[in-house]
């Protein structure tokens, strides 16, 4: 066992905030306040992703073939902390380079590889997740929209709600139904969002300015060769994607820099003296480092082959609640500095911190998995 | 960054396991505590309280061994003797008793403890006693309890070089160890539970009331043993004050699911949860309970001596 960083996985990180010194401009804090699927933060991506491509920052860890170098895994994870402990100046193609890009790389065809991949790997590609619907939420499994085989293409109806960075994305990964109810019925389509047909509405919402949407498909003809993987074959690869996705985000970090802000806040205001402003600080701190270590648990996993495991939802579950337990503890000692503008970072994580236990799958979801799969417990009699 | 055990701590740690399975024994006769002399001696018999001074082995091997034994029904002196001894006073006969500060308090492990430790401000000292020397007491923590007849007439001798800074480290990694090993093994037992006991026509553990709580304590237990595993292989002041403060701070409520989940089986002295619920009471308030932990782990992480450096912050 070693739980220290080696002098290579240091230097990276080196690396990393050297170069964040260099591009972030002075006013990223406030640029970076409505987090990564706002129109300024998307924009800023757009030059910054393919500088971090440049420098080999940007998917190290994917196979020399699609531009990486087969880096570990934990090389990304070390960028990622650094990168979305910063804000996210990647904005929303974090996602690509976390899970849709191995997804693809997986399940996709010689002709979908070619056209997505490159693009993610030089930093100028968005995208969106349709995977929420009005009536499918945790239970995913239920969505309603339709794509209708007509000859070689399909026609897609419905819509998705909750949809994140859908108001700039390029493209959407998106589920549809194209056979019977439940899992075996669903289908993935990789959908340009320029299509004819879709339409997409901001969402007025609490965790930042151009986050979540809903997204329309109003007759809207998908070719065939848009399909990843095989009509009713969706529900194995969401589970792939999902198990990238759930532990991709590093939470932990972002939560426990802002916590170290906080404290030197505090301190800097004499406030820091106190042995209960100590006691929840502290107590801060061990939520975030427990969220860490499972979390390095799985990176960990991954790193030696080892496939996805249950281990996954419970360093989601832990982050959740260090991210609230840092949220919480600005609201206690510092609930001035969440009105106005001139603590943007420390608004940005409450707002992140209140939708951690929601976006990618509720943390209940979450619970539900860990009873299964990692307790052995019984499955609750379904109606 | 590595969380796989070496071959060789595979190999330790498999056989501290077996031995420990051979010491489940249900016993004939309920009672509170239960110490288990065989144990403790086949345990010294087969080495395992050098673990920590073995390079291949190290820290976290006698770690990893002190979490195995907290989760046996019965107990043994094995923290002491594995993580502070091996560094302390190899040459001293075990087991031990640690007393902070006060000499005249209910410690565990006075009754059956050849050589006793004391820690007050800097100064670490040694006596050597016998069961003359100790009082037992009555107690509804699971372990054997005693007070010192005459703290001031035993042959005290304060360790020359001892730094007591480091007791207090390895003191917090061992209560740590042991937390998280009496927490792992109290949620096994219940999972065993709710998984058989079946109420309303069906498992208990299929309630999703019940799954969701057991989901969380199966959380909390995991992220406490892996911050453990990460002080014991750091040895920082941090990681230890974060490692202990965190397993006494969960404990509480893990303790309160449980135990709701056994139900009235959880009242009796029959079933062995009542040993893990109640060692984990007396370790949650050790060296100050977990406010004190939390506190130094925050000193730690944030020691004021930066504040000068960050005055600019506030302006």
């Not at chain 2, 002196?77 to 640690?98: D, G, N, Y």
């Not at chain 2, 007050?120 to 007070?147: L, Q």
């Amino acid at each position: 066992m070693e739980f220290n960083w080696s002098d290579t996985e240091q230097g990276l990180r080196e690396k990393v905030r050297a170069l964040l010194l260099r591009e972030l401009p002075n006013d990223w804090e406030a640029l970076s306040r409505h987090g990564p699927g706002s129109r300024a933060q998307t924009e800023f991506s757009l030059a910054f992703c393919p500088k971090l491509a440049a420098e080999g920052l940007l998917v190290p860890h994917w196979p020399t073939e699609h531009g990486g170098r087969a880096a570990p895994p934990w090389e990304h994870f070390i960028i990622g902390e650094e990168l979305w402990a910063a804000g996210e100046p990647r904005g929303a193609q974090y996602m690509n380079v976390n899970f849709i890009g191995q997804t693809l790389m997986r399940y996709g065809s010689v002709a979908q590889k070619a056209q997505y991949l490159p693009q993610m790997a030089a930093g100028q590609s968005i995208w969106c997740q349709g995977f929420s619907e009005p009536s499918a939420g945790s239970d995913l499994a239920s969505l309603t929209t339709r794509a209708e085989r007509h000859g070689d293409a399909y026609i897609v109806n419905g819509s998705k709600v909750w949809t994140s960075y859908a108001g700039l994305a390029q493209t959407c990964f998106l589920l549809a139904r194209t056979g019977g109810p439940g899992k075996g019925g669903i289908a993935i389509f990789l959908v340009p969002m320029r299509t004819p047909g879709i339409t997409v509405r901001p969402i007025p919402s609490l965790i930042g300015v151009g986050d979540i949407h809903e997204v329309f498909f109003d007759n809207v003809a998908v070719p065939e060769s848009a399909r990843l993987g095989a009509e009713g074959q969706a529900w194995p690869i969401i589970g792939y994607a999902l198990s990238h996705e759930r532990v991709g985000i590093a939470r932990y970090e972002f939560s426990r820099r802002v916590l170290d802000r906080m404290v030197r806040l505090l301190q800097a205001r004499g406030l820091f003296e106190r042995e209960t402003v100590k006691l929840r600080a502290g107590q801060a701190l061990a939520a975030c480092e427990a969220a860490r270590m499972l979390v390095y648990r799985v990176v960990d996993q991954r790193a030696r082959g080892l496939p996805p495991s249950a281990d996954a939802n419970l360093a989601r579950v832990a982050v959740v609640a260090a991210d609230n337990a840092v949220a919480d503890f600005c609201v206690n000692y510092l609930s001035d500095t969440l009105s106005g503008d001139d603590f943007p970072l420390h608004l940005s994580h409450h707002e992140r911190a209140i939708a951690a236990g929601v976006a990618s799958g509720a943390a209940e979801i979450q619970l539900n998995l860990i009873a299964h799969d990692y307790l052995q417990l019984p499955r609750e009699a379904r109606p | 960054m590595n969380f796989e055990l070496s071959e060789d701590q595979r190999a330790v740690l498999d056989a501290v396991d077996r031995l420990v399975e051979r010491h489940r024994t249900t016993l004939a006769v309920p009672e509170r505590c239960h110490y288990s002399v065989e144990l403790e001696r086949a345990l010294e018999a087969v080495g395992f309280f050098d673990c920590m001074t073995i390079e291949e082995l190290g820290t976290v091997t006698a770690c990893a061994s002190v979490m195995a034994v907290a989760r046996l029904p019965l107990c043994a002196e094995a923290a002491a003797s594995s993580l502070i001894a091996p560094w302390l006073c190899p040459e001293l006969p075990r087991p031990f008793a640690l007393l902070w500060n006060r000499d005249d308090a209910p410690t565990r492990y006075l009754p059956v403890a050849r050589t006793v430790i004391r820690v007050r401000g800097d100064s670490v000292d040694v006596a050597s006693i016998g069961t003359e020397h100790v009082k037992h007491v009555d107690s509804i923590f699971a372990y054997p309890m005693g007070v010192l007849r005459s703290a001031s007439s035993l042959p005290w001798r304060t360790l020359p070089n001892a730094d007591a800074t480091r007791v207090r480290n390895f003191w917090r990694i061992a209560l740590a160890a042991e937390i998280t090993g009496c927490l792992d093994a109290a949620l096994a037992s219940v999972l065993e539970h709710v998984k058989d006991r079946r109420q309303f026509g069906r498992p208990l553990g299929s309630f999703q009331a019940v799954q969701h709580r057991l989901a969380e304590c199966a959380t909390l237990v995991e992220g406490a043993k892996w911050l453990t595993l990460k002080a014991a292989s750091t040895g920082t002041a941090l990681d230890a004050a974060l490692a202990a403060g965190r397993a006494q701070d969960i404990a509480t409520r893990i303790s309160y699911d449980l135990h709701q989940f056994m139900g009235a089986m959880g009242l009796t002295l029959e079933h062995p949860l009542h040993r893990w619920t109640y060692r984990t009471k007396l370790l949650r308030a050790d060296l100050g309970g977990p406010d004190s932990q939390l506190i130094a782990a925050a000193q730690a992480a944030w020691p004021e001596t930066h504040r000068n450096a960050i005055e600019g912050i506030a302006s």
